[in-house]
């Protein structure tokens, strides 16, 4: 295990004091509240980034590498789309529903992006587009603001928010595994978390 030192020169696990593991995923009331914290901010940007966060379920260093071009046929913003994945090297197809395309449409009129711009620019020369860091903190003060606590919380959240309100409400895993692009129906149950969730709930409608 990895350690640091304190002032005493003694170690410590680098971990201590906070939290560690697989990051939750946003609950429903929490979604709303946040996109209408957005809206009534005036928050263009950041009320496109995270509706296609959740839409696209994609990790961070695959959504800030996003063009318009990806996402758009023309001037209309499709209802699909489909990205490399940078990690796999593997297609994944995604939905993009009507309020995140009115969302990023309005984006795009406001920044005045061209077909080919990253979706989401950098404001800093050293890159084209948000870094995953620079994409962390804004997700930090999302969730900041609505009372979370931010350490908890991580742009893995965001990649986990729809897959697990799919899950719960179909109990599809294969479905979730093609929308997270997962190779492997093992990597859908680990990502997701929901073996002992499933065991009590299955053990709580059994009268023996």
């Not at 620019?121 to 603001?145: C, D, M, N």
């Not at 965001?158 to 479905?175: E, G, P, V």
């Not at 190779?183 to 149950?189: D, H, Q, R």
Request: aromatic content about 6%.
């Amino acid at each position: 295990m990895n350690h640091i030192q304190d002032n005493q020169g003694k170690r410590i696990p680098w971990n201590k004091g906070k939290l560690v593991g697989q990051k939750p995923p946003l609950k429903l009331k929490e979604i709303w509240t946040i996109r209408i914290r957005l809206q009534l901010a005036g928050n263009i940007r950041d009320l496109a980034l995270f509706n296609l966060a959740i839409d696209s379920k994609l990790r961070s260093c695959d959504l800030v590498k996003i063009r318009v071009k990806d996402i758009a046929n023309g001037t209309t913003i499709s209802s699909r789309a489909i990205v490399m994945q940078q990690k796999t090297n593997r297609p994944v197809q995604f939905e993009i529903t009507e309020q995140t395309r009115e969302s990023i449409s309005k984006w795009i009129d406001s920044a005045g992006l061209e077909y080919s711009d990253y979706l989401f620019k950098s404001r800093f020369k050293t890159s084209a587009h948000i870094s995953t860091r620079q994409y962390a903190r804004i997700l930090e003060g999302w969730v900041t603001q609505i009372g979370l606590n931010p350490a908890a919380y991580g742009t893995h959240s965001m990649r986990r928010t729809k897959a697990s309100l799919i899950y719960r409400r179909t109990k599809n895993l294969r479905a979730v595994q093609l929308l997270l692009g997962h190779a492997k129906l093992e990597s859908t149950v680990r990502y997701l978390g929901i073996e002992v969730d499933d065991a009590l709930e299955i053990a709580e409608q059994t009268e023996v």
